[in-house]
Nanobody, 115 residues
Framework: QVQLVESGGGLVQTGGSLRLSCAASGSISFSRNAMAWYRRAPGKQREFIARITSGGFTLYDASVKGRFTISRDNAKNAVYLQMSSLKPEDTAVYYC????????WGQGTQVTVSS
């Protein structure tokens, strides 16, 4: 059973930074999977924001490009999201998941950006 645990969220002022972490556990071949970060803002559907392939190639949604950086550590079965220049519209619950497999969703981590 795969388990995803996101952490690192919190309350931050506009322009601030946060680093999110996602740890994957269970019988998985983490290093072979492309991983992605998603977010769900209040009253909205979950949306894609960034992905990283097994080889380290990255892709970002236009809304976060240049402000967020996705990275991974295959030895730790972990993926990270460095967020900078945060805006109130970045307020959401943030989730990670495999792009290739679609594991059960974790509980997410809340990010709140105050104006």
């Amino acid at each position: 059973q795969v388990q995803l645990v996101e952490s690192g969220g919190g309350l931050v002022q506009t322009g601030g930074s946060l680093r999110l972490s996602c740890a994957a556990s269970g019988s998985i071949s983490f290093s072979r999977n492309a991983m992605a970060w998603y977010r769900r803002a209040p009253g909205k559907q979950r949306e894609f924001i960034a992905r990283i392939t097994s080889g380290g190639f990255t892709l970002y949604d236009a809304s976060v490009k240049g402000r967020f950086t996705i990275s991974r550590d295959n030895a730790k079965n972990a993926v990270y999201l460095q967020m900078s220049s945060l805006k109130p519209e970045d307020t959401a619950v943030y989730y990670c998941n495999s792009v290739d497999v679609g594991w059960p969703w974790g509980q997410g981590t809340q990010v709140t950006v105050s104006s």
